[in-house]
């Protein structure tokens, strides 16, 4: 199974900031095809601002990111800016199977 995460800036009002989520979209087989690929999941709790992030070169949210899956979960680590000039990192547990992944928050 293909698991896909990224930052996306649906959520953003325009009011202000850059508010961004974290999201991923899994696909168990043949993801040529569009019908093969799963639901999006949203990783984030609620939206960030992308502006508080550190500068280096751009907004930067770490270089620690990544993702691994062990059986039939898969655990993408991720970065968040929560201040100015702050980030810290999140990871949460997906659950795979069929392509219909569910997120769960990590004890």
């Not at 770490?62 to 993408?76: C, I, N, S, T």
């Not at 680590?77 to 100015?84: C, K, Q, S, T, Y």
């Amino acid at each position: 199974e293909l698991v896909v995460t990224y930052y996306d800036f649906r959520n953003d009002t325009g009011e202000g900031g850059e508010l961004t989520d974290h999201w991923a979209v899994t696909c168990p087989a043949d993801c040529a095809q569009e019908a093969s690929w799963g639901h999006e999941l949203r990783l984030t709790r609620r939206s960030f601002d992308m502006l508080d992030a550190p500068v280096a070169v751009g907004h930067f949210l770490g270089d620690y990111m990544g993702l691994v899956v062990a059986g039939e979960v898969a655990h993408p680590v991720f970065g968040i800016a929560e201040a100015p000039d702050r980030t810290s990192l999140y990871t949460r547990r997906i659950r795979l199977g069929g392509g219909a992944g569910k997120v769960a928050a990590l004890p």
